[in-house]
């Protein structure tokens, strides 16, 4: 017995785990340094080991003390560590003394690792000095040039250059080019403590492209250690095998979705808390041979399936993604329709609506709704739900008749298994043509199969909610008929939004149109990508990607590719189209 299970643990195949090597300062208060580095790559599913450069009595309130570790200590705990133990990318933080600097030098030289990540760390969020303007020489002559990424705020970036003022975006653009010069591969000027900016500005310099990174400005006290931990993110996602700008991405994402779930917590009485690294995130450790990260290219044709118009022309959900995508459809949204539930939903509504006229007549029957189950509702029983609170709010307490119920959570059930497999079969197809695959509606069916992304409506999962269940790398996009929801999709975190319906469409009834005139107003509004959705074909792309919007990136397609005999021949007219529209 014994031995059997010895033979089987030797006949599993060995794993690799990405791995970092951080070489930082320790942070007694845990929200900075070594400690946020170890905490960050916990979270995104990535091996840390630890050189420590130095360990500081710090807390919320500021830095009390610092101790230096020796340098040939230093040395040790890097020897120890990189011929040991496979180090992908090693990622440094304080790096007190011009000695520890030369040892680090020495050592990457003898034992050369993926990649070199420097967050040229010099002063604490507080305002104490961590390590001082006598290693601005040596950082630069000594570790600047191997970096493949450097990550300066601007108060760093602002020493390197010799103490130039930092204080616009184009500022911080000139600052990136002059800090490329020093011979990092890249540069991220970050602006978090940038004056006056509603927003959290990076700028991103591969030494031929600017790329200027934004995300919604948290308010929140506890920021301390983002920088650390947004340095540390990118170099996990390079280990995975990320390419530098998805990692810059993902890592920034990381660190918006971080603190806007911990804005509210409170640790310490100083004025700058720690955060919590640990939320609820999906570490995708698994690789896929689909970049990760969001391009909003990826929204131009963009096919939204039909289980029923599958059903109607006999073709499996398989064969139609199949079809579009070798057609040229360059994202995919899975959307599961299913009709004998919505009967079964208006049934139940027309049910709740007769008990409800009844009670408001008679006002005396003592009945209760059952409990919602903890699985997600599929959207036609959402729509009795709601049907049925508002009902609720109205005082009436309706029991319904539990046959009816057993039939609703029996469908549902199968219902969602269905979905599963669809899901799961589509991924297989997306990911073999590199094409994203996203969930409408169901995060439960994203997390179950691991799908690239969501496509929320209104009144589903907001957002921000679904941003802490799927991770930073995963795409969110949100259905939007005003700029006010525009605005709103932006705050909570979401890649893209879809705008319409714009004109009248039989596959959604009661959908309130917006024209092309309302998609403008919503593009003009919105700082994210729009993709256009509601009725459109090929009669009317061209008109709607001619409106003059330069975020708007896309069509979102049903009818005019599923219900129609040949997909393929479809959506290879189509996909010619709009690549002409995009060139006008
Ligand atoms: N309040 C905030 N909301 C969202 N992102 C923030 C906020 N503050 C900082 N960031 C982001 O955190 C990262 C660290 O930036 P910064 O605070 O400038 O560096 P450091 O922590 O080294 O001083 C950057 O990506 C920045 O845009
Ligand atoms: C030991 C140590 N290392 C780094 C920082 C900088 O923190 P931040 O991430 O806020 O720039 C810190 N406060 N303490
Ligand atoms: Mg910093």
Redesign the pocket.
Same mark, same amino acid.
């Given at each position: 017995m014994q031995e059997d299970r010895t033979l089987m643990a030797s006949n599993h195949t060995k794993m690799k785990i990405p791995h970092v090597l951080t070489v930082a300062g320790s942070d007694s208060g845990a929200g900075?340094g070594i400690q946020a580095d170890l905490k960050a790559c916990a979270a995104r599913g990535v091996y840390c080991s630890t050189v420590i450069t130095a360990v500081t009595a710090q807390n919320t309130v500021g830095v009390q003390g610092v101790n230096i570790v020796p340098e040939d200590f230093v040395a040790e705990q890097l020897k120890s560590v990189l011929s040991d133990m496979q180090v992908d990318v090693v990622k440094t933080g304080m790096l007190p003394s011009l000695g520890i600097i030369s040892v680090l030098n020495q050592c990457l030289k003898e034992f050369p690792v993926r990649a070199l990540v420097v967050?040229p760390?010099m002063v604490s969020?507080s305002g104490d000095v961590l390590a001082g303007p006598s290693i601005l020489a040596e950082l630069r002559e000594e570790l600047l040039h191997m970096a493949d990424i450097i990550?300066?705020? %601007?108060?760093?970036a602002s020493a390197l250059l010799g103490g130039q003022q930092l204080e616009t975006v184009s500022d911080m653009r000139a600052a990136a080019k002059l800090l490329h010069e020093m011979g990092p591969r890249n540069v991220?000027v970050?602006?978090?403590?940038?004056p006056d900016s509603s927003d959290?500005?990076?700028i991103f310099f591969d030494g031929q492209d600017f790329y200027e990174?934004r995300?919604?400005?948290?308010?929140?006290r506890n920021?301390h250690?983002?920088?650390?931990?947004?340095a540390s993110c990118i170099a996990a996602e390079l280990a995975k095998g990320s390419g530098m700008l998805p990692a810059v991405k993902v890592?920034?994402r990381y660190?918006?979705t971080a %603190?806007d779930y911990s804005k509210d917590i409170v640790i310490g009485n100083g004025p700058q808390g720690p955060f919590d690294h640990l939320l609820r995130l999906k570490s995708s450790v698994k690789s896929s041979c689909r970049q990760v990260g969001f391009n909003p290219s990826d929204l131009l044709l963009y096919a939204v399936t039909d289980s029923r118009m599958n059903q109607k022309w006999s073709r499996s959900i398989t064969d139609a993604v199949k079809a579009a995508i070798e057609g040229g459809a360059t994202i995919v949204q899975l959307r599961m329709t299913n009709s004998l539930l919505h009967l079964i939903a208006f049934m139940i509504g027309v049910v709740v609506l007769q008990i409800d006229h009844y009670n408001a007549h008679i006002g005396s029957l003592n009945i209760t709704i059952p409990k919602r189950r903890k699985t997600m509702p599929s959207p036609g029983m959402e729509m009795s739900f709601k049907k049925a609170s508002r009902l609720i709010s109205l005082k009436c307490f309706i029991n319904f008749p539990p046959v009816l119920i057993c039939a609703v959570e029996w469908e549902k059930d199968a219902e969602t298994r269905e979905f599963l497999e669809a899901a799961k079969a589509c991924l297989e197809i997306c990911h073999s043509h590199g094409i994203p695959l996203l969930i409408n509606d169901r995060i439960d069916i994203a997390l179950a199969c691991d799908a690239d992304g969501v496509h929320v409506g209104q009144s589903d999962m907001p957002a921000s909610v679904a941003r802490t269940f799927l991770g930073p790398e995963k795409i969110i996009g949100v259905s939007c008929k005003t700029p006010e929801q525009a605005h709103q999709a932006w705050i909570d975190g979401a890649d893209y939004i879809g705008c319409g319906g714009v004109f009248p469409t039989n596959t959604k009834a009661n959908n309130l149109t917006v024209g092309l005139d309302g998609l403008k107003t919503v593009c003009e509004a919105s700082k994210l990508p729009v993709v256009a959705i509601g009725g459109i074909g090929a009669a009317n792309a061209r008109a709607v990607m001619e409106i003059g919007a330069f975020n708007l990136r896309g069509v979102a397609v049903v009818s005019a590719l599923f219900d129609r005999e040949c997909i393929l021949t479809e959506t290879r007219k189509f996909h010619a189209l709009l690549k002409e529209a995009a060139s006008m």
């Open positions: 900075a967050d760390v969020t990550t300066p705020n %601007l108060k760093e991220l970050k602006g978090g403590h940038l959290a500005i990076d990174l995300s919604s400005r948290i308010k929140t920021t250690g983002t920088g650390c931990s947004l890592a920034k660190v918006e %603190l």
